[in-house]
């Protein structure tokens, strides 16, 4: 009896350990991302997926959000709208997420927002979304300001772009684009400064994604005798339009647009005919904040973090859990009530990584204000969800990817401003 007794002492025990250790456990919140994983932008998809992750692996080293791991749930748009949309919604109806980040193309994040976030309460943050569309919709109140985007607008690249052009003396250049808004659009705002500074377009093609060729298309755009090509396209599609080009006799004098500055692309094409091409990407300040940043990337992936959308991912993660930690809820509408309260303000600088969240946790425990400068730098939305930033120009020598130059704000500006004068 006394054997008996003492164990069952000892099971009810061990049963109370375990129950009190369940209920110590941390609790989870689930943060979704909606990425072009697979598709024609397989080629930068995946490291992009992999930034957002590191935000969360660095927030949940610090402690997480409010007392709670954060589970990053990616799921694949495949490119494709509808996809997309199905995917947003079981992230928000199933897996109840009260932020999505995402997603890449313009054509994919903007259905997302109108039927998907903004009805929901969801707050989206964009990486790599630059559609001037997203500014009017806002303008109009359609976002409800429920969207954000950590990368600038297209225009300022379009602009950036037709001065690189009429620097190296084009006169005459064939577009070639994706037919998406961000397609059509960086395609319309190029044409419009490409002639403000005194050069023709030639020719405006679209094109649609995952074809097994374009000699169509191609073959269009070589008609108006052009000197030159803009071709604007995710990394497979691009690499088939651009041998094509080749193929067909197009000029070697290329530009190229940012989601193009790829390894896989260069490699496709082959590097020894992309010695004249220069292409375009987001850039980031210089300072602590991006430092922090790429010397963590580089200890996770033992690789540069050269490709597009790694900076402006982290940091539209960054964003969505230091508001959430601000809100003090994983609430869709507090989330985009706190984003402008921890960036763009007076408040302590943070910055990327464990140590840096850890330390904005503290101070937002403590009721102080902080403002977040992230791996692209200093970060400030406006009234639209929109942000400003630097440039930079790559190429390619001697079969590598290469930074030829950075534009800062202050040029990019003077540059939009020698367009409207003109």
Known sequence: MRRYL??????????????????????????GAVLSVTGSMAAIGSAIGDAGQLAVDHFNEAGGVNGCDVNYI?????????????????????????????????GISLPILSSVTVPAGVTQISCCSSAPSFTELAEEGGTDGYWFRTLPTDRPQAVV?????????????????????YGNSLAGNFEQAFEALGGEVSSITPYNQEQASYRAEINRALQGDPDSLFLIAFPADGATAAREWIS????????????????????????????????????????????????????????DPSGPGLHTMYDAAAVALLAME????????????SVREITGGEGEEVYPGPEGFAKAKELIAAGEPIRYVGATGPITF???????????????????????????IERVNEAMAGVSEE
């Open 161 to 181: 772009m037709a001065t690189i052009a009429r620097e190296k003396g084009y006169e005459r250049i064939a577009v070639v684009h994706v037919n998406s808004d």
């Open 248 to 303: 067909f006799g197009g000029s070697q004098n290329m530009l190229l647009s940012n989601a193009l500055r790829a390894e896989e692309f260069v490699n496709a094409v082959g590097a020894q005919y992309l010695t004249e091409a220069v292409g375009i990407d987001n850039a980031q300040v210089e300072g602590e904040s991006v430092e922090a940043f790429n010397a963590s990337w580089k200890e996770q992936y033992e690789s």
């Open 326 to 337: 601000q809100a003090g809820e994983a609430d869709g509408t507090a989330i985009r009530d």
């Open 382 to 408: 406006d009234d639209n969800g929109d942000v400003t930033g630097p440039y930079l120009t790559w190429g390619v020598e001697d079969g590598a990817l290469v930074t030829l130059d950075t534009w800062d």
């Open 6 to 31: 003492c164990s069952t002492a000892a099971a009810l025990a061990a049963t109370t350990f375990a129950a009190g250790s369940a209920s110590a456990q941390s609790c989870e919140v689930n943060v």
């Open 74 to 106: 990616l799921r694949d748009d495949q490119g494709s709208p509808n996809v997309g949309v199905d995917a947003a919604k079981t992230l928000v109806e199933i897996e109840n997420v009260p932020v999505i980040l995402g997603a890449i193309q313009s």
